[in-house]
């Protein structure tokens, strides 16, 4: 059986656009979103920090998971990225999802004070960063002696294991990073603005056969789709890096997106307009229109299991 489909919202981080963020995630919850997610670019200074901002919008929220969208690993170490993903998930009841990546553009990052000189390294750090944040989840103390992290008896949760485990979604788009997404990752969240359509089958195939050489089944992997666009009657149709149109084209585009495409998960990433209307619109007007799961293409093999579910995975 195909997995259900889930819906979530990319909301703000300007500091300009606070009260906006805070009313679109009361509406996104309202009107039956899934999760709500915020982009971690702490360099940049128009945008608050997206660690800041995700325990103040589950604090605010009752039922939606909320994740990173997502985090740049140079920025922080495995220790405190675990100790930060076990106490949210604590505090909120197992609604955090961490969404996890390199950084980028990665040229700009050193200068704000990233560990890796390189997007080379910061990639080889992220590959031994994901298996290390599980066993820090544990609750067992964990020494370890690796290419980029050394750490000896370091405990991050308090007291038991995390329960459940934060699941790591990977943004990834090239070779390198496909292939950690499908050793290591509970999902794939790439964004329709920094890829061609036409080259998903691939981007796919090449997380299946990630997992599958690392004895992973390629359906513990979460297909999630970052969309960025606007709902607009006005503006001409687009359906490529951006997708732009009204709900009925939204709607279409969605649902070929999962059959064609094989995503199972899709977070809506208002690029103009007030983002609580744009919400508005996808919840209550395309939502409802996107053709209700049929097979899946035989390309892919997705599983079963739930968001819920995976996260002990």
Do not use: C
Not at 56 to 69: F, I, M, P, S
Not at 156 to 162: I, P, R
Not at 201 to 222: F, K, L
């Amino acid at each position: 059986m195909a997995n259900s489909i889930l819906y979530g919202a990319a909301l703000p981080a300007s500091a300009k656009r606070l009260p906006e963020l805070l009313e679109a995630a009361a509406i996104a919850e309202e009107l039956g979103a899934d999760l709500v997610t915020v982009a971690d670019h702490p360099y940049l200074p128009s945008e608050l920090d997206a660690w800041t901002l995700v325990p103040l919008l589950l604090a605010r929220t009752r039922r939606v998971r909320v994740a990173t969208n997502v985090t740049a690993l140079p920025f922080r170490t495995p220790t405190v990225i675990a100790k930060g993903a076990a106490t949210l998930q604590h505090t909120s009841g197992g609604r955090f999802v961490l969404g996890l990546g390199a950084g980028g553009p990665y040229d700009g990052l050193p200068g704000w004070g990233a560990q890796w000189p390189t997007l080379g390294e910061s990639i080889g750090a992220l590959d031994e960063a994901i298996p290390l944040l599980r066993r820090l989840w544990s609750g067992r103390p964990v020494t370890h002696d690796g290419e980029y992290y050394r750490l000896h008896d370091a405990v991050a949760v308090a007291g038991a294991a995390a329960d459940p485990v934060p699941p790591v979604w990977v943004g990834s788009f090239k070779p390198r990073m496909l292939a950690i997404t499908g050793r290591h990752a509970d999902g794939w969240l790439p964004t329709n603005a920094y890829l061609s359509l036409d080259e998903v089958p691939a981007m796919q195939r090449a997380v299946d056969e990630a997992a599958v050489a690392a004895g992973r089944e390629p359906s513990a992997v979460r297909r999630v789709f970052n969309v960025m666009g606007v709902i607009d009657d006005e503006r001409p149709r687009r359906n490529d890096q951006l997708l732009i149109g009204p709900a009925g084209h939204w709607a279409e585009a969605l649902t070929d997106y999962r059959e064609r495409l094989g995503f199972e998960t899709f977070v809506f990433w208002p690029v103009h307009g007030d983002t609580r209307r744009q919400v508005e619109l996808f919840f209550q007007s395309v939502v409802p229109r996107v053709r209700l799961p049929g097979p899946w293409p035989t390309a892919r093999r997705p599983g079963g299991a739930s968001l819920r579910s995976r996260q002990s995975t």
